[in-house]
């Protein structure tokens, strides 16, 4: 069936570390993947996309990391900020713009 | 400028009772959704139509019935609601690219509560 899964559902950085979330995926005809942060009270925010026929994509301290064979997919933040304190989810297309999306994460950074 | 925007904020209703909200996107996308997010956050969609036709029915109850006037705005009415209809409901627009995908842009939600 279709499902995305996390790893971890917390995780906590000390400020200025740099955090990596993962991600797990089943389906292995979906082709394009994004990472979203939602703060409290927010809807879901979109941080970066990677599609299948790339491995890896940076953006401004975010860094996705696509693994097909074993249908992997991670995100790097980079020096993280009390800003970045969110849960965090990945989301896979599955075709015809259908999103199908994980558990989510939820990170806390530390002062 | 909000780009997609939901109304109302909140909604606590008793069951039973019917209701609506509404979607509006100014990003001029072709495509709009409604999700359902529960208590543990797990997110799922329900609905999408693409220029006012539907294309996307994830098994929802008829209740739920979704409504286009026009590419920008795509409601969600809620018949007979029921205690396991409290949710925080996401609406959400992108813009169709043939084979190139493009991101989904998010509504703050609109939390759903039935006494």
């Known amino acids: 069936g279709e499902s995305v899964g996390l790893h971890l559902p917390t995780l906590s950085v000390q400020e200025g570390d740099n955090s990596i979330i993962n991600c797990a995926y089943s389906?292995?005809?979906?082709?394009?993947f994004i990472w979203y942060k939602q703060e409290s009270g927010k809807g879901p925010q979109f941080i970066i996309d990677?599609?299948?026929?790339?491995d890896k994509r940076q953006g401004q301290r975010v860094t996705v990391l696509l693994n097909k064979t074993v249908k992997h997919l991670s995100l790097q933040i980079a020096a993280t900020q009390p800003g970045d304190s969110a849960v965090y989810f990945c989301?896979?297309?599955?075709?015809?713009?259908?999103?199908?999306f994980g558990q989510g994460t939820r990170l806390t950074i530390n002062p | 400028d909000t780009a997609v925007s939901q109304t109302p904020k909140y909604l606590v209703t008793q069951m039973g009772n019917d209701k609506s909200i509404k979607c509006e996107q100014n990003?001029?996308?072709?495509?709009m959704y409604w999700y359902k997010q529960d208590s543990k956050k797990f997110l799922k969609i329900m609905f999408s139509?693409?220029?006012?036709?539907?294309?996307i029915n994830e098994t929802v109850p008829n209740r739920f019935s979704p409504k286009s006037p026009d590419k920008a705005h795509l409601n969600l009415h809620i018949n007979s609601l029921e205690l396991g209809d409290s949710a925080v409901y996401f609406c959400?627009?992108?813009?169709?690219?043939?084979?190139?995908?493009?991101?989904?842009?998010f509504g703050d939600g609109t939390r759903l509560s039935i006494l």
């Open positions: 989301a896979e297309n599955t075709g015809a713009q259908k999103l199908v």
């Open positions: 959400a627009s992108s813009q169709s690219g043939g084979k190139s995908n493009q991101p989904q842009h």
């Open positions: 139509y693409n220029n006012k036709e539907l294309i």
């Open positions: 990677i599609r299948s026929n790339m």
């Open positions: 990003l001029g996308h072709d495509t």
């Open positions: 389906n292995s005809a979906s082709d394009y």
